[in-house]
């Protein structure tokens, strides 16, 4: 496994609780508590460098939204959704319409419940593969030969042809191709595995942003009301570094690098961050290599001067020795 082969020892049921720089010592001071542990086993690690690779999705967004705790039935998030199974015969509100929400209303669909979906926003929707190609793969290929905004162009007219005009849906495209939305936004193009053909059959209501719930029934911002059974919000997810790293300069407020890509990788006093460039695997990749590289520089640049120094040290023996 990978792990094995780069002798890799992971800690499982582990969380982080804290994590500062030590001037005096000049070494981090990371706290963890181990959670499958009933009495709350606390550790610490001390260490020269602290990568942070917990990501841009670590934790659930809950948003508040008037009256949901008036709602009476089951709320939960996409990331805690297992199966429709559960839902079969209900009347389910889904609210958001990235791929967690495309995909969860589509599960329902398949396990008989009613799903509405809320579009509140523009989406692109793009097939998961055009030529037979993944659409990503296609796009990467392209971006090789052709500029990010010619690609944009190319993918949306493709799209177009296997998927027809998806804005009488009420899914309305944004102005800014795909691409360039994900690389300057970090929002991911919905990938359709399926959910467009029950929107297109009924299967999936499509409505407008919330205004309100009440007890087993939610208002729409169009005035429509819907009676529920159980609210899933697919609301996304975000960095939870504020949470944790007791440090204000390379991070920001919103849990992201304060340097813009593709220098947010490296900070102070042996600190990186790898995974927050919002290019997904690929920019997650770059920063790996980057700071496996710069953190190999930095042992072997101490090696060096360690070495030439016990040298000197040596040699300043051997010339007392002679008197």
């Known amino acids: 496994s990978y792990a094995k082969h780069f002798d890799i020892n992971p800690k499982f049921n582990e969380c982080v609780q804290s994590a500062r720089y030590d001037e005096t010592s000049g070494f981090w001071r990371v706290k963890t508590i181990v959670t499958s ?37 089951e709320v939960i998030h996409a990331g805690d959704y297992k199966s429709g199974e559960k839902f079969k015969g209900q009347k389910v509100l889904v609210v958001g319409c990235g791929n967690s929400g495309m995909e969860v209303s589509l599960d329902l669909c398949n396990h008989n419940a009613s ?3 809320v579009v509140r926003s523009s989406v ?43 804005e009488k849906y009420g899914l309305k495209r944004p102005s800014t191709g795909p691409l360039e939305l994900k690389n300057t936004k970090g ?7 399926g959910a467009l053909e029950k929107i297109r059959s009924g299967d999936i209501n499509v409505v407008p942003g919330i205004k309100r719930f009440s007890c087993g029934q939610v208002e729409l911002v169009n005035g429509e009301k819907l009676d529920i059974d159980s609210v899933v919000l697919a609301t996304g997810y975000r960095s939870n570094v504020p949470s944790w ?42 920063d790996a290599m980057r700071i496996a590289q710069d953190i190999a520089q930095v042992f072997k640049d101490e090696t060096k001067q360690l070495r030439m120094r016990t040298v000197a040290r040596h040699r300043r023996c051997i010339s007392l020795s002679q008197f």
């Open 245 to 286: 790293l007791q440090e204000g300069e390379f991070f920001s407020k919103n849990g992201y690098p304060k340097a813009s890509f593709p220098h947010g990788w490296k900070g102070k006093a042996g600190l990186y961050a790898a995974g927050f460039t919002r290019r997904g695997l690929s920019g997650a990749s770059s």
């Open 187 to 193: 929002k991911t193009p919905v990938l359709d595995i």
């Open 115 to 117: 799903p509405s979906m």
């Open 37 to 73: 542990d009933s009495n709350k086993t606390e550790f610490e690690y001390v260490c020269r460098s602290l990568v942070v690779a917990t990501g841009e999705n670590a934790e659930c967004v809950l948003p508040d939204i008037e009256g949901l705790s008036e709602f009476g039935g």
């Open 124 to 166: 692109h929707v793009l097939p998961r593969e055009i030529f037979g190609k993944s659409t990503f793969e296609l796009a990467v290929l392209m971006m090789k030969w052709l500029p990010l905004w010619l690609v944009d162009k190319l993918m949306l007219i493709l799209a177009w042809l296997v998927l027809g005009n998806i």
